[in-house]
């Protein structure tokens, strides 16, 4: 049961994370066009890059889990 505790509050952390700082850029990109300082396209192209930059963050929780989920696996069979 603690495995699962870790395992939910780690995700949500790391999904927290990667969330607001995809909205983070994404504000950013908002006040860029409304005042002119980026062009559509680039913005657009920006917007759809965001979320995979944060792809080895959210990799690395799915990873770390399964990491844990092993290891407490391992502790029951010895």
């Known amino acids: 049961m603690g ?3 870790i395992t939910f509050l780690s995700a949500l952390a790391l999904e927290l994370i990667a969330t607001m700082s995809t ?4 504000v950013e990109i908002g006040i860029r066009l409304l005042y002119g300082k980026i062009a559509f ?3 657009f192209f920006v917007l759809l890059l965001a979320p995979e930059f944060y792809q080895p963050l959210r990799l690395l929780g799915t990873r770390f889990h399964s990491a844990m989920a092993g290891a407490e696996a391992g502790k029951r069979n010895i």
């Open 3 to 5: 495995v699962l505790k």
């Open 23 to 26: 909205a983070v850029v994404a």
């Open 41 to 43: 396209e680039q913005a």
